[in-house]
């Protein structure tokens, strides 16, 4: 049983995961890990186009929808088959991953909101492939919100298991801090290589990210 409080208010959803990414950084920075603070930033300040996506942000579940009319009728958020996309936007459509920090992924769960992307752009090209039946006024591309909940659950999972290794290994860490003085370079290589399979492996195919 952890005896860890940070451990138990994770768990127990008693503080944000911002804020346990912010304990998890000051807890570790000690073993100079940088795979793991570049996971922290990233997952803070979320993905730039320059790092890579962990699996848990790719294979998004998603409609699109659209306002507009179809022939004579005016419709409303009504759902949109993909086949009025070229190939080149489907795979756009269907390789969409989640980019935005934590914060803004806990924010659209606690407000309730629905998470979408504007695809107004694609109107024309709905229209030519309709022959002219399918007018948008509004076109995006809505992404499921089970996506971010499962996103948190597998953040979370990976906070609070590096958090239960580096209690076994260190003792309590409620100090936000741990004492490596008496480890040696090889046992301080062995934590951080646990860590980073803990944060890049994805449980299913073996590979990681």
């Not at 073993?31 to 942000?57: C, F, K």
């Not at 409303?76 to 980019?99: A, D, G, W």
């Not at 229209?127 to 996103?151: A, H």
């Not at 100090?175 to 480890?183: C, F, G, M, Q, R």
Request: hydrophobic share 35%.
């Amino acid at each position: 049983m952890a005896k860890s409080q940070i451990i138990k208010d994770i768990a127990l959803d008693n503080i944000s995961l911002e804020s346990a990414l912010h304990r998890l950084l000051v807890i570790t920075y000690s073993l100079r890990n940088e795979e793991l603070h570049l996971w922290i930033e990233n997952e803070l300040n979320g993905y730039s186009e320059e790092h890579l996506v962990p699996s848990y942000r790719k294979n998004v579940s998603y409609i699109i929808r659209y306002t507009g009319f179809n022939a004579n009728t005016q419709v409303i958020n009504q759902p949109l088959s993909e086949s009025f996309f070229t190939k080149e936007v489907r795979e756009i459509l269907e390789n969409r991953v989640i980019r935005d920090g934590i914060n803004t992924v806990e924010e659209i769960l606690r407000n309730d909101r629905e998470p979408s992307y504007n695809l107004i752009e694609c109107a024309g090209m709905v229209s030519k492939n309709s022959n002219g039946y399918i007018k948008c006024i509004r076109l995006e591309q809505v992404l499921s919100r089970t996506n971010y909940s499962e996103l948190i659950s597998n953040v979370k999972f990976r906070i609070i298991e590096i958090l239960l290794d580096l209690e076994q290994e260190f003792g309590v860490l409620d100090n936000l801090d741990i004492d490596t003085s008496d480890k040696t370079e090889d046992e301080i290589s062995k934590v951080n290589d646990e860590i980073t399979k803990k944060l890049y492996f994805d449980g299913n195919s073996g590979e990681i990210f």
